[in-house]
């Protein structure tokens, strides 16, 4: 494992980022997805919704010098966005913003940082980071407290996608150290603990559950007669038992992400043709369309609801978890 600290010159980055921020007028109350998308005239920003699609605010700036903003996450208490950006065509790295938009600010040093997932008690990140080079996709842990960056997971083999359990103590993601791209859990030390899957597919985008050991994932498992594959969603235990397929479409269905209770599943698909937002029962029953035909692309969503707070690790979890970053800081060179 290694630790890097972040460049005091991710200073100026993010005052070009905040020079176009302007905070917006969504209320801290009430369910909200924030989602990456794409209008078909070419506008590209991070998006703040209702699960009903009642309406669409941007939350970042859709200028030609901001191209890509994507993978949204939603702090543990909805008052932080940890999100992917390109400003000024820059190397992708990680940003925080304020949940109204405002007060944006790098966290990572890139380049090739992406989907980015909160640990229990929001003081830490955990993300993917093709930093290493081609084909050398590696999870990286930035520590918010220090701004110090560590790498959880080994270079021989591409990680990528984490997921952080809720209640602390494993991250889920996928790896393809046998191969195919598969499911994993290692701890926060990034120890391997467990192979989930393991299939002559590809297994991807894991997300666990707000409250139990479950995880839901996409899973591209079915080869079309024009030899496309098709990807539906997926859920898993967390000691590999108990997979069943949610959702079953010729179309792409993929990124999972849980309701803050825990009762329904918002995915990305390709069913009514360009990638859209849908939310899903976990058995596939009910399936009902978020974003409209003004969106083109969607990159990452994150659902947040203050009624139903994510649950964290338990007091004094917090010092175990971090004691061993702080002394692999301290012998880093």
């Known amino acids: 494992m290694t630790a890097t600290r972040v460049c005091g010159s991710l200073t100026a980055l993010a005052l070009a980022f905040a020079a176009f921020a302007t905070p917006q007028a969504w209320p801290l109350e009430g369910e909200r997805i924030v989602f990456g998308g794409a209008t078909a005239d070419n506008v590209m920003s991070l998006y703040v919704t209702t699960p009903e699609g009642a309406t669409f605010e941007p939350l970042t700036p859709h200028t030609p010098q901001h191209a890509m903003n994507e993978y949204p996450a939603w702090s543990h208490d909805g008052r932080t966005i940890a999100y992917s950006a390109t400003p000024n065509w820059e190397p992708e790295r990680l940003y925080l913003m304020d949940a109204d938009g405002s007060n944006v600010r790098p966290i990572s040093d890139g380049p090739g940082d992406w989907v980015p997932t909160w640990s229990p008690h929001d003081d830490a990140i955990a993300f993917s980071s093709g930093r290493n080079g081609p084909q050398r996709s590696s999870v990286y842990v930035a520590d918010l407290d220090t701004g110090a960056q560590t790498r959880l997971t080994t270079l021989n083999t591409v ?30 030390q990034g120890r391997h603990l467990i192979q ?34 098709s990807g539906d969603i997926h859920t898993i235990r967390d000691d590999g038992s108990g997979e069943r397929r949610v959702t079953d ?36 029953r009910k399936i009902q369309r978020v974003t409209d035909e003004r969106f083109v692309q969607v990159w990452g969503s994150s659902w947040f609801d203050a009624k139903f707070p994510r649950s964290v ?21």
């Not at 079915?222 to 496309?228: F, K, S």
């Not at 849980?258 to 029962?281: K, M, V, Y």
């Open 249 to 284: 479409h010729p179309a792409w269905d993929y990124d999972p992400q849980w309701s803050p209770n825990g009762a329904q599943i918002l995915f990305t698909s390709r069913r009514d043709g360009l990638p859209a937002l849908f939310i899903t029962d976990p058995n596939g």
């Open 159 to 188: 990680a990528s996608q984490p997921s952080w359990r809720p209640g602390g103590g494993a991250i889920a993601y996928v790896s393809d150290r046998e191969g195919f791209s598969d499911l994993h859990i290692m701890d926060e």
């Open 313 to 333: 690790s338990p007091i004094g979890r917090h010092a175990a978890t971090w004691g061993w970053l702080k002394r692999l800081r301290a012998s880093a060179p």
């Open 196 to 229: 989930l899957t393991d299939t002559e597919t590809s297994d991807t985008t894991p997300t666990w559950h707000p409250r139990e050991g479950l995880i839901a994932f996409a899973s591209w498992d079915t080869v079309l007669e024009d030899g496309d594959v």
